[in-house]
């Protein structure tokens, strides 16, 4: 099991920038993929970012070049830069993971934190 705890939303002016923690309850070394997600009033929730524990990076279309994900093993946590945001990057941003226990997976959420931009 792992718990997950976000950390650094906020208000912020379109154009601004945020850095959202993740702190873990366990080592990240061994976990294979760590993930920011977002979710809008009335929409679905998607995919903002990910990273592996090789550092390999996957972002949405809608964030490329305005966002980073990195991760931090001395502090088991994983980071969200939020550069030039935009009104539609309103969301409560969750951090994800999934843990395998023999031929079982679980999914692991954090309790998410609220980005708002104004325009």
């Known amino acids: 099991q792992v718990q997950l705890v976000e950390s650094g939303g906020g208000l912020v002016q379109a154009g601004g920038s945020l850095r959202l923690s993740c702190v873990t309850s366990?080592?990240?070394?061994?976990?294979?993929?760590m993930g920011w997600y977002r979710q809008a009033p009335g929409k679905q929730r998607e995919l903002v970012a990910q990273?592996?524990?090789?550092?390999?990076?996957n972002y949405a279309d809608s964030v490329k070049g305005r966002f980073t994900i990195s991760r931090d093993f001395g502090r088991n946590t994983v980071y969200l830069q939020l550069d030039s945001l935009k009104s539609e990057d309103t969301a409560v941003y969750y951090c994800?993971?999934?843990?395998?226990?023999?031929?079982?997976?679980?999914?692991?959420w954090g309790q998410g934190t609220q980005v708002t931009v104004s325009s």
């Open positions: 990273i592996t524990n090789i550092g390999s990076t």
């Open positions: 994800h993971t999934k843990l395998w226990v023999g031929v079982r997976v679980d999914d692991y």
């Open positions: 366990r080592s990240i070394f061994n976990i294979a993929t």
